[in-house]
């Protein structure tokens, strides 16, 4: 089912597009698991390691969701049960803005309860501040009904996501 929705939302990536075979992409998927063990280096999960990955399994859960948003028509007309389909426009839209928010909510905690300098702590709370602020404020501006609108709202929310590849590492 995946590689069928690929081929027809996304057809130029190279799953969909024939480039590489399922079998080829699980191989390199689980060669990419084992190679910490192929190098004798145990996994080590450190607080930054999951402060990043939780910040990044929120934050990717509500892109994966807000990308749905523009073209409901087409999931509709081809009969995929998209949850902006099944549920609405409207409120996937706000389901995602609560995901972003929480995910800077998780990474300003982290950041204040961090080990780091002060100013290490002062700069991470402030700029995941700073980037839910301005996340809040352009969903004023989202017409959900537009697909260029929330074409638009996916860019600015990919922008905000590399904003906070700048602050995750100075989370200790």
């Not at 990536?13 to 998927?29: D, M, N």
Request: proline residues 3%.
């Amino acid at each position: 089912m995946l590689h069928v929705l690929l081929q027809i939302n996304k057809p130029y990536l190279p799953l969909a597009a024939g480039k590489l075979s399922f079998r080829t992409c699980a191989f390199i998927v689980a060669l990419s698991a084992i190679l910490t063990f192929v190098f004798k280096r145990p996994v080590v999960f450190t607080r930054s390691l999951i402060v990043s990955l939780l910040f990044m399994s929120i934050y990717t859960t509500g892109l994966a969701l807000a990308k749905d948003i523009p073209d409901v028509e087409g999931d509709i007309k081809h009969g995929i049960d998209s949850f902006a389909a099944r549920l609405g426009q409207k409120k996937v839209f706000w389901i995602c803005v609560f995901l972003f928010e929480m995910a800077f909510g998780v990474a300003f905690l982290a950041g204040a309860s961090s080990s780091s300098h002060f100013w290490i702590k002062t700069v991470t709370c402030l700029g995941n501040v700073v980037l839910g602020s301005n996340l809040w404020y352009q969903t004023k501006y989202v017409d959900v009904t537009n697909p260029a609108s929330t074409r638009s709202f996916y860019s600015f929310i990919w922008k905000l996501m590399m904003g906070s590849y700048v602050l995750l590492p100075l989370i200790r």
